[in-house]
């Protein structure tokens, strides 16, 4: 099970960070994803943390300003935002699994575990 929180209402240029705890599982095997949904659109992915390899990977747009950590003690994973645009505004998500491939970190689909989402807002 994964909890998500931390979304907010936040102005351009201002910082949020996002939790993601876990529950069961061997998190630090655990393969975790960021993902966004804005109103209308699709599903993105926005960065993942390999639990194997210990790699990050980011969407193109928001490399540079947010980061993705992990504390495996806490079986928590965090997103750092830094400064937030208008277009990271939607509702964030975190997901997890244990055997997903590298080729498919950035496809929704292919995680097993989902938080419930976090609102993020960032206004002008």
């Known amino acids: 099970q994964l909890q998500a929180s931390g979304g907010g209402l936040v102005q351009v240029g201002g910082s949020l960070r996002l939790s993601c705890t876990m529950s069961?599982?061997?998190?630090?095997?655990?393969?975790i994803g960021w993902f966004r949904q804005a109103p209308g659109k699709e599903r993105e992915f926005v960065s993942a943390?390999?639990?194997?390899?210990?790699?990050?990977h980011y969407l193109d747009s928001v490399k540079g300003r947010f980061t993705i950590s992990r504390d495996d003690a806490k079986n928590t994973a965090y997103l750092q935002m830094n400064s937030l645009k208008p277009e990271d505004t939607g509702v964030y998500y975190c997901?997890?699994?244990?055997?997903?491939?590298?080729?498919?970190?950035?496809?929704?689909?292919?995680?097993?575990?989902w938080g419930q989402g976090t609102l993020v807002t960032v206004s002008s």
């Open positions: 943390f390999r639990g194997s390899a210990r790699t990050t």
């Open positions: 997901a997890a699994d244990g055997r997903i491939i590298l080729s498919s970190i950035r496809v929704p689909g292919q995680y097993d575990y």
């Open positions: 069961g599982g061997t998190f630090r095997t655990y393969t």
